[in-house]
T-cell receptor, first 115, second 112 residues
Framework: ETGVTQTPRHLVMGMTNKKSLKCEQH?????MYWYKQSAKKPLELMFV???????ENNSVPSRFSPECPNSSHLFLHLHTLQPEDSALYLC??????????????FGQGTRLTVV | DQQVKQNSPSLSVQEGRISILNCDYT??????FLWYKKYPAEGPTFLIS?????DKNEDGRFTVFLNKSAKHLSLHIVPSQPGDSAVYFC???????????FGTGTRLTVIP
């Protein structure tokens, strides 16, 4: 496989469930990201990992918990979500080089529905 | 408050004509600008970018124009093709930061 792969593609979960989203990048990049896209809203950055270290957490509620075990894998653990958390969750990766911005490559996203 | 705005949610253009997608931003610290294209059920894919030191960047049928004084950029596609039908997102970033700010997207429909 090439690029950025996200699983599952679709997820329906109850508010009391615990689930995880998985992202894997095959590009050798050193930075990975979680974005959220809600209907009719801009893409929102949730978390950034550089060299497996979390460098940004954009005021995301604690019911979203990221994990980056290595530079190729990124997880988003979900628990006790709310219906308003239903959205498309996108993973992305990029090769960061001394602060010079590099284009992000996105996965296909996980469409999450909280019931 | 949105830092990147795409005020046209949709645009329809005849095949062969020019498509012009617009984007406005508010933060003068942004110095790198990108356009992403998104097909249904796929993640956004990078299309073209421009640095703030330039006012134009061209790649085949795609040209991005930057007007820093107006904090405005646009994407021109010419000639438009039916395969260009997608949602186009404008994004900006301040060099040294990881946070890409995206607009809400413009859905382009190219009519054969």
């Amino acid at each position: 496989e090439t690029g950025v792969t996200q699983t599952p593609r679709h997820l329906v979960m109850g508010m009391t469930n615990k689930k995880s989203l998985k992202c894997e990048q095959h590009l050798g990049h050193n930075a990975m990201y979680w974005y959220k896209q809600s209907a009719k809203k801009p893409l929102e950055l949730m978390f950034v990992y550089n060299f497996k270290e979390q460098t940004e957490n954009n005021s995301v509620p604690s019911r979203f918990s990221p994990e980056c075990p290595n530079s190729s894998h990124l997880f988003l653990h979900l628990h006790t979500l709310q219906p308003e958390d239903s959205a498309l969750y996108l993973c992305a990766s990029s090769q960061e080089d001394r602060g010079r911005y590099a284009e992000a490559f996105f996965g296909q996203g996980t469409r999450l529905t909280v019931v | 408050d949105q830092q990147v705005k795409q005020n046209s949610p949709s645009l329809s253009v005849q095949e062969g004509r020019i498509s012009i997608l617009n984007c406005d931003y508010t933060n003068s610290m942004f110095d790198y600008f990108l356009w992403y294209k998104k097909y249904p059920a796929e993640g956004p894919t990078f299309l073209i970018s421009i640095s703030s030191i330039k006012d134009k960047n061209e790649d085949g049928r795609f040209t991005v124009f930057l007007n820093k004084s107006a904090k405005h950029l646009s994407l021109h596609i010419v000639p438009s093709q039916p395969g260009d039908s997608a949602v186009y997102f404008c994004a900006t970033v301040e060099t040294g930061a990881n946070n890409l700010f995206f607009g809400t997207g413009t859905r382009l429909t190219v009519i054969p």
